[in-house]
């Protein structure tokens, strides 16, 4: 770290007096200078962006739902080595600290504007990256250095997409094969992590181009618990993790009005988890997506898309516990012997296949265009999982299996959806959005089997009802420009997200709890609705939003007591615990809440070198109505009710882009019944990249400059804690060739 941070800070002094190459223009003077995140409004840096997650194509500055863009560019700029850390810094976003690749993959979520897991939907090129059967985003299948840009739109789009999109939409658009040239991006940093990214170009004309692109990355991780809690969980080390992506990207332009594109990739990503001897996240997933663009005529487009992915996940939780002289693990009293061993296993195979197909129309006139569209998506999974014992001796074999269990289920979605944009006069702007969503779930078996001495009892449970859900979502949203300068915005929407394979199917346990997966389970909806402005003058934008949001019969579990619900009853029998362990869970739509804030985006041009960002959020988030003992009316946890940021941009000269950005979260409790303090801090990050010739930049960066000692996510348990980046320097160099 330390020669990360000295290379960024002497750099000028290294290079300075080294010109690029004869006709160097690595960097474009007329670049914006500055890797913080771009909002919408008017932005002539950032004109004509067109915001393709709207499925009209509506340009960036006229976006009635309050959007960011962040560009190829400001990713080059950003100190983010991974795509959840580039979103953590986008106003709305409450993206943990810790990255992906020192996590669980089934921890992987995006979350905006203080809403739980699993309401943002994440595409790339329009198609999910959802895993398919636990409803987190594969973040290990974008590298940054396939992405083009990433638009963000805050705000509830169910009514243009359907499921998930409760909170908002992220889109991230793939960088595309162009020419015959490549690029090797290869980077080193703390905790023994590298990362290289090579992309070949191999075009043989404009009709048509192919591209080939590879990633690597390990990290030795670090120690996401704190100190002080480390005596409860013996053996526990840092994560390590190792990724591999493999793609092929095809394009074609067989006549003047079609385009195709094929995609194809292979990833996977491995991570010894806690350091534990046995415990290990191994995940295999091919995919396929293809699209079709054709121009009907100048006003008619139409434009589908295919996907598929095949998923194989196998998940061991490692253990540790102190061996006592009476040969029983016991985490209570320290002795020097300490047996590791696996609690559980579970094997996940799970299939997802989807398509679109949409119609496009532009007219003048009232009407300026028509939208309407069919997505279709079908996901299929399977979990076999096994819970062992511990074990009571050095022998970790002695771990015999206590409890195995079987979920599996098919789940098929279809939605249809029409959007009108209007112009009763010319400086208002009106979009209406109307989509229809029909589900079944169907082959739905749900079974476990207790063991007592490692010999199998009777099996509970068997196989389930199908269901038929349904849900219609409207949305309305208003643009009116009051001057060149100003701009007003206002929205209001019904959102929605069904219940996934893993709530209604996935039963999971310990060798002392147990939860319990309901297929009754409703989807949870939200209303919402919004009002904002856009203002630029001269040098100075500013943007601001106030939004408030109800979503009701949120997917939670509570612990059961008493007479047991008739999902629990058949696995654990008609009184508690019998066949299942001392505390049984159950998931259920027990819980609304209402979420309301204030998000403002600020730009400086201070000079043609300098430019300053800034932003403030305030969320407020609370329980409504709770049946599982959660309070209401107090802050949900890991939900800071203000976060700033601030980012410096500076290009002394065309050769140079340099950031510093400092990141604030006020203080905060990570869990609902605010027993768990976080207090407020701040991080900072600094970045440089230099030209060094015209197709060779050298770049550094430091996260966390001030090693800063946090955790911001949601937990229950002060040991679960999980700390956020710790410092860490990287140095990297990226080589454009023929």
Known sequence: ??????????????????????????????????????????????????????RADTRLEDMALSTTVITRDQIERSPARTLDQLLRDVPGMNMTGAPYLVTDPTGNHARMRGLSNDKVLVLLDGIPIHDPFYGTVQWNKVPLAMVERVEVIRGGSSALWGNRAVSGVINILSRKPAGTGGEIDLSRGDMNTDRLAMVKNLSGSEAFGLRLSGSVAHTDG??????????????????????RNVQVDASARPLSWIDAFLRMGYHDINQDVGGYAYGKNQQRSPDVAGGLTVRLSARDTADMRLWRQLVAFDKFNGAGCYLQGNATCNTTTLTPTIVQYANSHDWNTYRETGGSAQFSRRVTGLVE???????????????????YATPTSTDVNSALISRASVGQGTQAMTGVFTQLKLRPFDPVQATLNLRYDTWSNTDGVSTMVKYVGGVAGAQQGGSLDATHRSSVNPSFALRWELTDDTALRAATYRAFRAPGLNNLYRTYSSTTSITIANPALSPETLLGSELGFDWQRRAFTLSGTAFTQQIHDL????????????????????????????????????????SQGLELIARYQASAAVIIDASYTHTDTTYTRTTTGDPMAVQLGAVPPHVGTLGIGW??????????????????????????PQPGFAVTSLSAAYALQRDLDLYASVVNLFNTHYADNATTSAASQTLGMPRMG??????RFP
């Open 222 to 243: 670090y120690q996401t618990t704190p100190a002080r809690f480390l005596g409860a969980l013996p053996g526990k080390a840092a994560t390590r993790a190792d990724e």
């Open 730 to 735: 990287n140095v990297g160099v990226r080589w």
């Open 369 to 387: 265009g028509v939208q309407a569209g069919l997505d279709y998506r079908r996901v299929s999974g399977e979990d076999v999982a096994q819970t």
């Open 651 to 676: 290009n002394p000269d065309s050769r140079w882009k340099t950031h510093a950005q400092v990141r604030y979260s006020s203080g905060m409790y990570l869990d609902v019944n605010r027993t768990l």
């Open 555 to 594: 997917i939670a579990t509570y612990k059961v007591t008493g007479t047991p619900p008739p999902g629990v009853a058949a696995l654990c029998g008609n009184a508690l615990p019998g066949n299942c362990p001392a505390t049984v869970n159950f998931y259920t739509n027990g819980q609304d809440a209402r």
């Open 1 to 54: 770290m330390r020669g990360a941070l000295l290379l960024w800070l002497v750099f000028p002094a290294l290079v300075g007096a080294v010109e690029p190459a004869s006709g160097g223009d690595a960097v474009r003077g007329g670049d914006m200078p500055s890797g913080v995140l771009a909002a919408s409004g008017p932005d002539t840096a950032l004109s004509p962006v067109i915001v393709t997650a709207s």
